[in-house]
């Protein structure tokens, strides 16, 4: 038996369709010998209020619920989008902040229950995990210490981190890297997720902690090892609609996803 | 406060020594084994409450200093790590050996007392057990003829961390 624990975070958007989701991903790996465990670190707001209260957090072993945090919202500033309530943020303050709040919860159980993971990852809550790669996982997870993957410790799996310089028309700084969603394994998750302090703790004046720029970062910054050789790594997509999934226009919808939702 | 002082151990730091301590947590872990391994790994949950005072307070510790009682004595002199300014991926350490190796001189931490800055505790608190005893694995070390020990195991660590050692 392997564990995956997920690790999610910041505004509720479209819970009512990434929740179900995510009780899918739950029977799917459970299916597949893989326990899950999920914890969040959650703004409130009417919306995160409703959503308690139609039982969409039933699945989450636990979470917290808080105000965001005032010095990651640009204040001032209109709402971004149709579905943020709390205000349009400011670099990856809250990013950081709820990878560290939602982490710290998956250490105090695990302290208290002495259940290690195999596999964490953490993304924002309105996230879809395309089938292809959720099957990936499932299987590259039982290989991790096989000789197809000899994974090691301190492992982080994302796409190739890239040095930013000269793009044109860029809005990055320096490193570049996928801020969806980050996958390791505990040791690395257990190091990663403190990057609240690495960043915006220590305020150091020498580097800028953004968008696409803050995993690379904190990856680099604390020496931890990068792979993108295995379904772990692989793009995960941002939920658009609250009804029923919409991702990308281009993007062709899962039906083992269609057909779930349709019988829940 | 400024300084986490984490000690492990059969024992807590004597009164007397605690008192005169200014603007310092104490965390004491008590850890019957003090080996290496198990000492390093009982750091997690001092870490994690660590890390939980930092967050609370938006600031992080200016030093972390690690203590094992167990070889603690009245002679040991932890105020020299008050004194300097804790850079980041650097381990300070008391009571180190300097050994001729692969053509240089390597600095070996004390593993009993040592001292770092917060995001370098970060790192060395999540450590497992399982990240020791490779004993058979430290070919530079047996090329050598020296006898492997917990030092060579904390300095590999540190080396795969890129946290540099210094004796004080």
Not at chain 1, 63 to 81: A, Q, Y
Request: hydrophobic content about 35%; aromatic content about 16%.
């Amino acid at each position: 038996m392997r564990r995956f624990a997920f690790t999610i975070g910041g505004e509720l958007r479209n819970f009512k369709t990434s929740s179900r989701l995510f009780e899918f991903y739950k029977e799917f790996l459970m299916k597949n010998n893989i326990e899950v465990d999920f914890f969040g670190c959650f703004w409130n707001s009417n919306y995160t209020e409703e959503c308690k209260k139609l039982g969409y957090f039933d699945f989450l072993t636990d979470f917290t619920l808080e105000d965001v945090p005032d010095e990651g919202i640009d204040r001032g500033m209109p709402p971004k989008g149709n579905y943020n309530n709390t205000g349009k943020s400011k670099s990856l303050y809250n990013w950081s902040y709820s990878c560290y709040r939602s982490n710290y919860l998956r250490k105090l159980y695990q302290l208290e229950t002495k259940v290690s993971y195999d596999l964490i990852s953490f993304s924002r809550p309105d996230i879809y995990i395309p089938f292809s790669s959720l099957k990936g996982i499932s299987i590259d997870i039982h290989e991790l210490q096989s000789s197809i993957l000899n994974a090691t410790d301190f492992t982080i799996y994302t796409p190739p981190i890239k040095k930013n310089f000269g793009y044109k028309n860029g809005t990055d700084y320096h490193l570049h890297c996928d801020d969806l969603k980050v996958v390791g394994d505990q040791c690395a998750m257990d190091v990663f997720s403190t990057s609240f302090h690495l960043i915006y703790i220590k305020n150091d004046p020498s580097y800028v902690g953004s968008y696409h720029n803050l995993p690379a970062f904190t990856i680099k910054k604390y020496g931890l090892e990068v792979r993108n050789d295995c379904s772990f790594d692989k793009k995960w997509m941002i939920l658009r609609e609250d009804n029923g999934i919409d991702v990308t226009k281009d993007m062709k919808i899962d039906k083992e996803y269609v057909d779930w939702l349709e019988n829940r | 406060m400024k300084n986490l002082l984490v000690t492990i151990g059969n024992k807590e730091l004597p009164d007397s020594f605690s008192k005169n301590l200014e603007h310092t947590l104490i965390i004491h872990t008590k850890v019957e084994d003090s080996s290496l391994t198990k000492s390093v790994a009982s750091l997690y949950s001092p870490g994690l409450t660590k890390c939980n005072l930092e967050f609370e307070a938006k600031q992080l510790f200016e030093r972390v200093i690690f203590v094992n009682t167990n070889f603690f004595t009245r002679d040991t002199d932890i105020s020299k790590f008050f004194k300097l300014k804790m850079n980041d991926f650097t381990l300070y350490s008391l009571n180190y050996d300097v050994k001729f190796i692969n053509h240089k001189n390597l600095i070996f931490p004390s593993t009993k007392i040592w001292a770092c800055s917060s995001l370098t505790f970060n790192i060395l608190s999540n450590l497992k057990e399982n990240h020791f005893d490779r004993t058979s694995l430290y070919r530079y070390v047996q090329d050598s003829g020296e006898e492997i020990g917990e030092d060579h195991e904390f300095f590999n660590i540190l080396g795969g961390f890129m946290i540099k050692i210094q004796g004080l």
